[in-house]
């Protein structure tokens, strides 16, 4: 988002890096967009895309739909030179299993689905680890005294 949380936050504590969480229709890609720029803005390193809703599998016969629309996030990828680190399903089993406490990793972890959050993962934590920042002047001055 780009509210005053968001912003407030990556005034006053120290981020690494930001991922970009949007759906296939355009309307929520230039909130993304927005986002996107706030956190250049403010300094703050894109380490993604993550495309969620990208496509529909019907788990009767299996066709596939892309009921929000298709390729937004590669083309905003594209757009602005940050990777596109993965592109989640609509899936009726992420909701319930959520909704029950139990994440789709968590109670299906061999799933095609936790294969790509996995996945996803995988490459936030790469971009992490390659993200060597200075933070020393997010945080007060500690000054030890004997007393």
């Known amino acids: 988002g780009t509210g005053d949380i968001q912003l407030t936050l990556s ?17 929520a890609l230039l909130d993304a967009r927005k986002g996107l720029k ?5 300094g703050i390193p894109i380490l993604g895309i993550v495309e969620n ?15 929000f629309g298709e390729g937004g996030a590669e083309r905003m ?11 989640l399903p609509l899936n ?11 994440p789709t990793v968590v109670a299906e972890p061999d799933s095609p689905i936790s294969t ?9 934590a790469i971009k992490v680890a390659d993200k060597t920042r200075d933070m020393s002047n997010k945080f007060p001055s500690i000054v030890v005294q004997n007393t």
């Open 116 to 124: 790509i959050y996995r996945e996803v993962a995988r490459k936030v």
């Open 92 to 102: 009726l089993s992420i909701r319930e299993q959520a909704d029950s406490g139990r």
């Open 53 to 67: 809703m990208a496509v529909y599998c019907c788990p009767n016969c299996g066709h596939v739909e892309h009921i």
């Open 38 to 42: 706030m956190f250049e803005k403010v």
């Open 11 to 27: 005034q006053k504590v120290p981020v690494t890096g930001a991922v970009i969480v949007t759906t296939p229709q355009d309307i």
């Open 77 to 87: 990828s594209t757009e602005y030179g940050v990777d596109l680190l993965g592109s």
